[in-house]
C-alpha cells in the first residue's frame, strides 16, 4: 500500500485525535475531528521522541498545508534562534531547582 492509500485509509478508519507513528523520527500523522463545519483533516505533527520513539509533549508542532511548512522552516532557520534559546537556557533555573519567594514580598496583580 503506498503513502496516500495508507493516509486515506487513516482518515477514514482512524479515531479522532488518534497519532500514528512515521518512518522518520519525531514525525507523526494525526487525525483531527471535525470541528467548525471542516470535515475531519489530517496533520503533520512534529513532537520529540523518547528512546522508545514515543512522543515527549502531549502536543506537537502541527502543520495543515505547505505554506505552513514552508513558515516554520523559515522561522527554525532564523539565525537569532540559537542565541536566544542559549540565553533562556542560562536564565532558567535547573529543572527540579523551585525558588521560594521573600517572605511578605508576594507578587500581586491590580486590577
Known sequence: MGLEESLAEF???GDDWERKKTS?????ILKLPEYKG???R??????PTDSSGNPTKKRG???FNAGELEEYREMIGEEGLDGLM???MQVNPEK??????EEGKEDVIEI
Open 42 to 47: 489530517l496533520a503533520i505533527e512534529l513532537n
Open 24 to 28: 522518520v523520527d519525531g514525525v507523526f
Open 38 to 40: 471542516n470535515p475531519p
Open 61 to 63: 508542532l502541527m502543520m
Open 86 to 88: 542559549e540565553t533562556i
Open 11 to 13: 482518515l477514514e478508519d
Open 96 to 101: 527540579g531547582e523551585k525558588k521560594t519567594p
